[in-house]
């Protein structure tokens, strides 16, 4: 850890978010983003320096310490430039503008973002990491150029606005003459298909992103169209990613990627949203397979959340740093001499399980736990039962926990992100249904209750970021998308209709805060953003996927409970606009492709009415249901789904289809056959 004694810090010392502060003590006199960094720009007449990266981000603390900590360097920067710091996940709005400036630019993007503007705003010109040498010489050139070349940069400048504004234009406002059907699906599966690694699950290239909704879509369409090639493909996917480096074998929990095909060496950050959506995922993928391996990999990953990022209050911090002890992966990683000794006997057992040999190798004499695929060979090799094998491996995973206590754990960033929040809230809530146990449901209501309580305002609309007792920033559209999201999870578990009143009222909200008036598409910032030269809207699926694909799917699910078919057709309506993508390059668009299921294929609407309603959604739910939405009610209702079906001597199953229902069942076999 480098001192930060006898330094003098700059503005950035006032921020809570940790990234800024690790900032705070550079030379370079950095301000957070703000109009009033801008006006100073404006009244120095400099260009401005807008540096974007995020705590956990390894090649950001990279440069950090190459170039900002640089006297030299700094001095250049203080002299010709005003310097912004941008935390990716308070200001995303920031970052995704400026990211598109610099992927018009150069054909790529990453972080650490830097964007060079004029002093309104508009972009110049950008890149990512620069080492020290070119860092230097950009910094001279770009000073060069607004001295001697003003027109130049501000042409530069109007150029690329024009641009950023032209592309929004076309994703937004295009007429799309592609119909939404099964055969644009099939087409987009055929492409899909030949990107797909068929060894080792994934994408057929390196880095290889767990994107959790690409699977998600996947599973249910391979189970849609009893597509067997596809489900082998995804459950081959599951494994390897759960057998793999790039999940944490001793405590739980997945690392953003892996850099290599195998997913055996991980960028070591670990983030909350991979892996609230990876625990949704792999619950979701045990109701339909019944895959032990999966239930225990989502129940662990609840386990490392809940020791880790879970606090009192009920909010999740948002992710571990890649290095601990200035070396990327320093705390994950374990050599044979120190095994050898902790384990003692038990080491050869689990240095075969744990691949401790040429496959687990990484570097510099270490190894990253990966767990054998040879299951049926080890307990033969060793004369072990499974219960005998499992034993050892816990005993052993025990003595290394302990020993891990002792090193230096990696860097926290306690920021509490608003829309990360809602999706570890829905991933608590889909394990309590997929699982039973209770505790995943208190941390559920724990976690919507510090939402309601703590990041909205008094008119119900939402902050972005929680740290240190202060909620601050406008939500953007995904805060709101997730939030909803979790809010219809959180009615299914309780049966507590006032939980849909207030997604309803959120739904509303966005619609009138975020809308376009020439595009269906929601943008991005709220009516009331001022300070970005572009608005933009978020359209494609990516790690997370689309504020625009999750709000179709709120649309379509709130209209389907509350009988509101304008809604319904507003979804449908936001999901034509993107026909063309979805068939061009499915993984892009794979939250939109859980619409088109829906929309494409029979899709049920099942009520359970009566005393008895958790037990038999509990048992529903862990059927595996794929396209259907799930309606409770433990008394009178006024729901379209459940009016006039209550029951007080009778617990019944409606089972539904375009508002159709048969007759009501009481056994959940009777309720499965009906969906055939």
């Not at 239930?295 to 999740?316: H, M, P, R």
Request: glycine share 6%; with cysteine; proline share 3%.
């Amino acid at each position: 850890m480098r001192s930060n004694k006898d330094k003098t810090p700059n503005s950035l010392i006032n921020e809570s978010s940790p990234y800024l502060l690790q900032h705070a003590y550079n030379p370079v006199n950095w301000l957070p983003f703000s109009e009033a960094a801008f006006e100073k720009a404006r009244r120095e007449n400099k260009p401005v320096l807008i540096s974007v990266g995020y705590s956990a981000c390894h090649w950001c603390h990279v440069m950090e310490h190459e170039s900002f900590e640089d006297a030299e360097v700094a001095k250049l920067m203080n002299a010709h430039f005003i310097n912004i710091k941008v935390d990716r996940e308070e200001r995303a709005d920031v970052d995704m503008l400026y990211m598109q400036a610099v992927q018009l630019m150069t054909g790529q993007g990453g972080w650490p973002l830097n964007c060079f503007t004029l002093p309104d705003g508009r972009p110049i010109y950008g890149g990512t990491y620069f080492n020290k040498t070119r860092w230097i010489e950009i910094l001279n050139g770009l000073a060069g150029l607004y001295a001697e070349n003003i027109d130049k940069a501000i042409e530069y400048a109007q150029n690329l606005t024009d641009g950023i504004n032209q592309s929004e234009l076309l994703t937004t406002q295009k007429q799309n003459d592609l119909l939404l059907t099964k055969e644009v699906l099939a087409a987009s599966m055929t492409k899909w298909k030949t990107l797909m690694d068929k060894e080792n699950g994934g994408p057929n290239r390196a880095p290889k992103f767990p994107l959790p909704s690409n699977y998600v879509f996947l599973l249910r369409y391979a189970t849609l169209t009893k597509d067997a090639e596809l489900l082998n493909h995804v459950n081959l996917t599951l494994t390897k990613m759960a057998y793999g480096g790039i999940y944490d074998q001793l405590h739980g929990g997945f690392a953003r990627y892996s850099t290599d095909m195998i997913w055996k060496v991980p960028h070591f950050e670990k983030m909350l949203y991979d892996n609230s959506q990876l625990v949704s995922l792999y619950c979701e993928a045990y109701t339909i397979t019944k895959n032990n391996l999966y239930k225990e990999i989502a129940i662990d990953t609840l386990s490392f959340v809940k020791n880790y990022w879970y606090t009192q209050e009920g909010c999740f911090y948002s992710a571990f740093d890649a290095d601990s002890d200035g070396e990327e992966g320093k705390y994950y990683v374990w050599n044979q001499l120190d095994l050898k000794d902790l384990l003692g006997n038990d080491y050869s057992v689990f240095a075969e399980y744990y691949e401790i040999n040429d496959t687990g190798y990484w570097e510099h004499g270490n190894y990253i736990l990966m767990r054998s695929e040879k299951l049926a060979e080890l307990l033969t090799k060793f004369d072990l039962s499974i219960e005998q094998l499992n034993q050892k491996i816990n005993a052993c995973k025990d003595v290394l926990k302990q020993e891990v206590k002792s090193r230096i754990m990696p860097g926290l960033d306690d920021k509490s992100i608003t829309s990360w929040n809602a999706m570890m809230c829905t991933a608590y809530a889909k394990a309590y249904l997929s699982f039973g146990n209770e505790e995943y449901k208190e941390v559920c209501l724990s976690s919507i209750n510090f939402i309601l309580n703590k990041l909205s305002k008094a008119d119900g609309s939402l902050y972005r970021t929680y740290k240190n007792g202060q909620a601050k920033i406008d939500a953007f559209l995904d805060d709101y998308a997730f939030v909803i999201e979790a809010l219809q999870q959180c009615y299914l578990i309780t049966h507590d209709e006032d939980f849909l009143v207030k997604a309803k009222n959120l739904t509303q909200l966005a619609l009138t805060q975020f809308v376009n008036p020439k595009s269906e598409l929601l943008y991005y910032t709220n009516n009331s953003s001022s300070q970005l030269v572009a608005r933009t809207s978020e359209i494609s699926d990516n790690v997370i996927p689309a504020s625009n694909s999750q709000m179709a799917l709120n649309l379509f699910y709130i209209g389907t409970y509350f009988g509101n078919t304008n809604w319904v057709k507003k979804a449908e309506q936001m999901l034509n606009c993107v026909v063309a993508e979805l068939k061009g390059y499915g993984p892009g668009y794979s939250n939109w492709g859980c619409l088109a299921l829906h929309l494409l294929f029979p899709f049920k609407e099942i009520a359970i009415v009566g005393n008895n309603v958790n037990e038999k959604l509990l048992s529903l739910y862990q059927e595996g249901i794929t396209n259907a939405i799930l309606a409770v009610s433990a008394k009178d209702s006024d729901l379209p789904l459940m009016l006039n079906r209550f029951n007080k001597q009778k617990t019944l199953i409606y089972v539904c289809q375009n508002k159709t229902c048969k007759q009501p069942v009481e056994s959940i076999e009777e309720a499965l056959l009906q969906f055939e």
